[in-house]
């Protein structure tokens, strides 16, 4: 395999980017290929539940949650949620990595946010017809 294909970055750097010093064997702190006598990394164990809103489905194939206080945002196959989950549904997601292995309704979450959100909606909709009265 050549080196352009296992360190691109490597690229017109010659031998001493590869860690090598005129072909004399490897230098201390240069990347290394993996053995393939190597025993793999232990199993991660999935991580503690976490909450997580589903923001938008794009193209009824992924959806895009936000995962977290941080809401990070993790791109995930629609097959891998509940059935019927939609935008705005939260979700208890559990990872392995960066791979889902569990997500589930949070229901009273969901509840919350919709009547949170319906509250708003009616305060911006009294301010509004305020408005329009003054003006009128």
Excluded: H
């Excluded at 970055?9 to 290929?33: H, I, N």
């Amino acid at each position: 395999m050549s080196a352009y294909r296992l360190w691109p970055w490597a690229r017109g750097k010659g031998l001493r980017a590869l860690g090598r010093s005129q072909g004399c064997g490897r230098q201390a702190g240069a990347p290394q290929r993996p053995d393939s006598d190597q025993a793999p990394p232990p199993e991660q164990a999935p991580s503690v539940p976490e909450r997580a809103v589903v923001d938008r489905i794009v193209d009824g194939a992924f959806a895009v949650l936000l995962v977290g206080e941080a809401e990070s945002e993790r791109i995930e196959p629609v097959d891998l949620l509940p059935e019927g989950t939609v935008a705005g549904d939260w979700l208890r997601v559990r990872y392995r990595g960066d791979a889902l292995v569990e997500a589930t309704p949070d229901a009273e979450a969901t509840d919350q946010a919709r009547e949170r959100i319906a509250a708003k909606l009616a305060l911006l909709r009294r301010r509004g017809s305020r408005a329009q009265r003054d003006e009128g």
